[in-house]
């Protein structure tokens, strides 16, 4: 359970590797977690495989989840894929997206409940200090 042999009869077992999981024994391979979900290493039901978190996505069947690429973002659990924003703080998993994205929205980043963004293009930005300023 969790493991799986690649040959029949070979001694030992390798465990699932994450965004997999095995819930019988003696099993040639291991089941996949369905995209926007993953699991960890090991896993032995169909219930490990848990919903990637806001600011993370997992494309296809099997894979792990992964945070949002820089100037992407993903505001819900179980994300197969982030959406496209104009800026943010040039890092990874952003969690919420603002404004009209051809028009200088923003990527922001939540942190407990205070959000945080670089610079809006144009008008007001929030500074990483959270702080109000203009470009």
Do not use: H, M
């Not at 040639?28 to 090991?42: M, N, Q, T, Y």
């Not at 008008?123 to 203009?134: A, F, N, Q, R, S």
Request: hydrophobic share 25%; aromatic share 6%; net charge negative.
């Amino acid at each position: 359970v969790g493991t799986f042999q690649e040959q029949s009869g070979q001694g030992g077992c390798t465990p699932c590797a994450p965004g997999t999981y095995q819930k019988n024994t003696a099993s040639l391979s291991c089941d996949k977690c369905p995209a926007g979900s993953s699991s960890v290493e090991g896993s032995s039901a169909a219930s490990a495989c848990k919903p990637c978190e806001k600011g993370s996505f997992a494309e296809t069947v099997g894979s792990i989840c992964s945070k949002c690429p820089v100037k992407t973002y993903s505001d819900v659990t179980g994300a197969t894929a982030c959406k496209e924003c104009y800026s943010n703080l040039d890092q990874t998993g952003a969690t919420r997206g603002t404004g009209d994205l051809a028009n200088g929205g923003t990527c922001l980043i939540e942190i407990g409940v205070t959000f945080f963004a670089r610079r809006c293009s144009g008008d007001i930005g929030v500074g990483l200090d959270g702080t109000l300023g203009t470009d």
